[in-house]
C-alpha cells in the first residue's frame, strides 16, 4: 500500500473491506495526516460515510 493522497475511487481504497474503511474513518491512519472521526462522528454517520465511498465506485 502507498501510502500519501488517495483517490477515493481508486483500487488503492475500493479494495478495503467495508469493516476496515470503517476503522480507518473512524479510527485515523497513524503516521499520516489522515484523522480519526470518533470524536465527532457517531458509528451510524461512519457507516454512511463507508457507503458514500462505495458510491464512488
Ligand atoms: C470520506 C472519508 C474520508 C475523509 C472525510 C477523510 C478526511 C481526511 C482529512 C481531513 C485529511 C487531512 C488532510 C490535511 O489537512 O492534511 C486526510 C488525510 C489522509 N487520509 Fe483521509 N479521509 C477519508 C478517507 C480516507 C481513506 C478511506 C483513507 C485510506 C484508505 C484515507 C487516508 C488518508 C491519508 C493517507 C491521509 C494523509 C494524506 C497526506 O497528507 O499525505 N482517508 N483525510
Do not use: C
Not at 7 to 32: C, H, K, M, P
Amino acid at each position: 500500500m502507498r501510502w500519501g493522497l488517495l483517490a477515493l475511487d481508486s483500487d488503492n481504497v475500493q479494495s478495503y473491506s467495508d469493516r476496515e474503511l470503517f476503522s480507518i474513518i473512524r479510527d485515523g491512519v497513524r503516521f499520516t495526516g489522515m484523522p480519526g472521526f470518533a470524536g465527532t462522528e457517531t458509528d451510524d454517520q461512519i457507516w454512511d460515510v463507508v457507503d458514500y465511498l462505495r458510491s464512488l465506485r
